[in-house]
T-cell receptor
Framework: EAQVTQNPRYLITVTGKKLTVTCSQN?????MSWYRQDPGLGLRQIYYSMNVEVTDKGDVPEGYKVSRKEKRNFPLILESPSPNQTSLYFC?????????????FGQGTRLTVV | AQSVTQLDSHVSVSEGTPVLLRCNYSSSYSPSLFWYVQHPNKGLQLLLK??????LVKGINGFEAEFKKSETSFHLTKPSAHMSDAAEYFCVVGVFGNEKLTFGTGTRLTIIP
């Protein structure tokens, strides 16, 4: 089954404790991205990757890092989480750039930073 | 630059009546437009997309949307609402070659039995 898998689904952590949210897709897609969803703001892009070793900033990259060492994986790293990073995070992938092709989304990771 | 405005944050309709979710966009270039649906505790799923072909786009589950360039609108409609349509709906604009999607703030659709 074609899917985008995020882990964990739920995470509560403390300020400053480094964490990684994993994202994996099994569709051989070149394009992957991370979004955060906050009430009243819709989804905002954090980072995206057009292929292995190619990443770029989205609209809200501050406080986040990503890497794309393999085509299928695109982890999101919070080196020193802060409470304003409490949010619902989505990973997405698409066969080409997202501007005109369907994006497939993971189930989401609800992160709480206390 | 591109932006999208969903005109209603919350819409309630009775089961069996028509659904209209409104979306206006702004784009410096010819846009691609999408509607995605998010059911509770789920990821987003594509309902339909417009990419400069036919202006009336049919999607899944009986939804359709019409691209109106003169009105810069891309409203989502369905003739008859079903209880399973209760979800949050996002209008999204993209521009080919610019790897950025801009999401609206969402419209929560409630279906009254």
């Amino acid at each position: 089954e074609a899917q985008v898998t995020q882990n964990p689904r739920y995470l509560i952590t403390v300020t400053g404790k480094k964490l990684t949210v994993t994202c994996s897709q099994n569709m051989n897609h070149e394009y992957m991205s991370w979004y955060r969803q906050d009430p009243g703001l819709g989804l905002r892009q954090i980072y995206y990757s057009m292929n292995v070793e190619v990443t770029d900033k989205g609209d809200v990259p501050e406080g986040y890092k990503v890497s794309r060492k393999e085509k299928r994986n695109f982890p999101l790293i919070l080196e020193s989480p802060s409470p304003n990073q409490t949010s619902l995070y989505f990973c997405a992938s698409s066969a080409q750039g997202q501007s005109d092709t369907e994006a497939f989304f993971g189930q989401g990771t609800r992160l709480t930073v206390v | 630059a591109q932006s999208v405005t969903q005109l209603d944050s919350h819409v309630s309709v009775s089961e069996g009546t028509p659904v209209l979710l409104r979306c206006n966009y702004s784009s410096s270039y010819s846009p691609s437009l999408f509607w995605y649906v998010q059911h509770p505790n789920k990821g987003l799923q594509l309902l339909l997309k417009y990419t400069s072909a036919a202006t009336l786009v049919k999607g899944i589950n009986g939804f359709e949307a019409e691209f109106k360039k003169s009105e810069t609108s891309f409203h989502l409609t369905k003739p008859s609402a079903h209880m399973s349509d209760a979800a949050e709906y996002f209008c999204v604009v993209g521009v080919f070659g610019n790897e950025k999607l801009t999401f609206g703030t969402g419209t929560r659709l409630t279906i009254i039995p």
